[in-house]
Every structure is written in structure tokens, then in C-alpha cells.
């Protein structure tokens, strides 16, 4: 309920509580499968229909979804500096907590490793969020502008599959590309959609009129979970 919303007086949850905002959720895999399946259909919708004996409800959850990971129970698959205590078999228990219908949901899957301390002590300041921000808003800007004649639709990731070949509709080596990842990677079709709008907003970024190959490239590098599970990989 805390999620969803719900009640014996109707509430809205956390999901609607960050519409227009974002939704963060730290430790993924700690929360229970049946809550996070929960999250499929506002994901997909952007709404959350609630049903109960006395009442229907729907409220509006149009919210970026963030969330975070540990690779293993310990924490310390992959690590090279330190020694992980977990079995393939807890491994693969852990990971199998965020179902496939739910990652083709999410954009972006980035897998990162532990900066070892000789990097960090001579890391060197990075570009100011300000300016990131700028580019944010540029951005913004143009997809506002590309979807002004769709009611109710404001940014890359809110395209149709209509809009996708309108506006984010690969080329021949794109295509080419696409086809082996999906073959390879048995990606499903939602998850091409998925790297097409990030794609879509990678060409925005660089100013882009079209979408292209590098474009495609990179949004299918951004998809990391989709390549098996950690223990298989064996990373």
C-alpha cells in the first residue's frame, strides 16, 4: 500500500507521490518480488488504477525510477581487491529478485566498479553540474518543442511506437547493429523500444537531427543487466 496507495480510505503512494519527480529506491533486490512486479504496469502507463470493494481509484505516477544495487548479497562479486563469500547459487537467488519484464522497463542499466584509492586520490574536479544542467534544459527544450502538436506527450521517453519510427527510425547499419544485439543479447521488444529513445536522446544531446549508428551504440551499452545474470558471466 505504501507503494501503490490504497486503504480503507483511498491515499495515494509513494509512486504519486513523485509524479513529475523522481522515484529512488536504494538495496533493489532487498525488497520483495511481489512489491516490485507492483511497479510494472505505473511504469508502463504512467498511472496506477487502484481497485478495491468499495472503491476504484486511479491516480497520475509518471515518475523517473531510479534505483540502486549491490551485485551479491556481500556486495563483493567482481570486486578485484576483494574476496566475495557468496555462491553462484545465492548470486543467481539475488539477482533473480528483479524480474526481466521489469528491467526491459528501465532504460539505463549501468554496471560500476570500485574506483581503487590510487584513483581517487588523483581525481581531478569534473565539469560543473551547471553546466550539465544547461544541456539538460537545451535538450528538454528540443524535445518540448518536437512534441508540441501530441497532447500529453513532453519528452523522448513518453514516444509511441508511432513517434518511434517518426522520429527515432534507425538506418541501415543502425539497423544491422540492433539485429545482433537482439539476437545475441535476446533482448525483447520492449527493449527496443527502450534503445531507441535513449538513442533518440543521445543524437539530441550532440544535436543530432537523426539518429545514427554511434547513437544506437552507446544506448545498447547503457543496457548492461540484459546480458545475463552476474554469475553466469562470471565478472
Not at 533486490?29 to 510494472?40: C, D, F, G, K, Y
Not at 537467488?93 to 554496471?111: A, F, Q, T, V, W
Amino acid at each position: 500500500m505504501a507503494l501503490v496507495g490504497g486503504g480503507q480510505n483511498p491515499q495515494p503512494g509513494e509512486i504519486s507521490l513523485a509524479h513529475n519527480g523522481v522515484l529512488f529506491i536504494d538495496e533493489l533486490p532487498e525488497i520483495s518480488r511481489a512489491v516490485l512486479e507492483v511497479l510494472r504496469q505505473p511504469l508502463e502507463d504512467r498511472r496506477i488504477s487502484i481497485s478495491r470493494a468499495k472503491y476504484n481509484v486511479e491516480y497520475p505516477c509518471s515518475f523517473m525510477f531510479v534505483a540502486s544495487m549491490n551485485p551479491c548479497p556481500c556486495g563483493y562479486y567482481g570486486d578485484p581487491t576483494h574476496h566475495c563469500a557468496c555462491t553462484p547459487g545465492q548470486i543467481q537467488l539475488y539477482m533473480n529478485k528483479i524480474s526481466g519484464p521489469l528491467l526491459d522497463r528501465i532504460d539505463i542499466h549501468c554496471e560500476l566498479q570500485a574506483v581503487p584509492f590510487a584513483e581517487l586520490s588523483k581525481m581531478q574536479p569534473g565539469e560543473p553540474s551547471a553546466n550539465i544542467r544547461e544541456r539538460v534544459i537545451a535538450v528538454r527544450k528540443i524535445q518540448e518543442e518536437r512534441f508540441k502538436p501530441f497532447k500529453g506527450i513532453h519528452c523522448n521517453a513518453m514516444m509511441t511506437e508511432r513517434m518511434l519510427h517518426e522520429f527515432a527510425e534507425p538506418d541501415g547499419a543502425s539497423l544491422d547493429m540492433l539485429r545482433m544485439a537482439m539476437e545475441k543479447l535476446k533482448l525483447s521488444a520492449r527493449a527496443y523500444s527502450r534503445i531507441l529513445k535513449v538513442a533518440r536522446t543521445i543524437a539530441d544531446l550532440e544535436g543530432s537531427e537523426k539518429v545514427q549508428s554511434h547513437h544506437i551504440a552507446e544506448a545498447i551499452g547503457y543496457r548492461n543487466l540484459d546480458r545475463g545474470d552476474w554469475a553466469e558471466r562470471g565478472i
